[in-house]
């Protein structure tokens, strides 16, 4: 799989197909290096001169430099959120394989407890 850029214009990300803009990484589109270069590329002696540049997407930002405050709290809060309910369902997961552990040994002790009766009752019945 090949590397992919996201581009940045005046601190935001472009979104996929270069429709719009957002502040966010997991809202940017990813681009091919061909892509991101033939976009940003140099539009003047000096380079980009309209605030754009690319992003490598191993080494972007979580939020653009221009990034609404209020945006990044959304964006934090639903995180913890997400990580809340990972841990909790994997909490009840847990819970649940250990309680079906739990009846399975609690059967398999039943079964072994059955079986030594049965033992038992033929032992008895031939004294």
């Excluded at 997991?26 to 380079?47: D, Q």
């Excluded at 992003?55 to 709290?73: G, I, M, N, Q, V």
Aim: charged letters at 35%; proline letters at 4%.
């Amino acid at each position: 799989m090949s590397e992919k850029f996201l581009i940045e214009k005046r601190g935001l990300y472009y979104r996929p197909d270069a429709r719009g803009y957002t502040g966010l990484k997991r809202e940017a589109g990813r681009y091919s290096f061909e892509e991101a270069a033939e976009r940003v590329g140099p539009n003047g002696p000096e380079g980009p001169q309209d605030g754009m540049g690319m992003w490598r997407e191993t080494e972007a930002p979580e939020f653009s430099s221009a990034c609404a405050w209020d945006l990044k709290l959304v964006e934090r809060t639903r995180r913890k959120t997400i990580e809340a309910c990972l841990e909790e369902v994997s909490r009840a997961r847990e819970q649940v394989i250990y309680s079906g552990v739990v009846a399975y040994v609690d059967g398999v002790r039943e079964g072994h407890r059955r079986s030594e009766n049965a033992i038992s009752a033929l032992f008895d019945k031939q004294i």
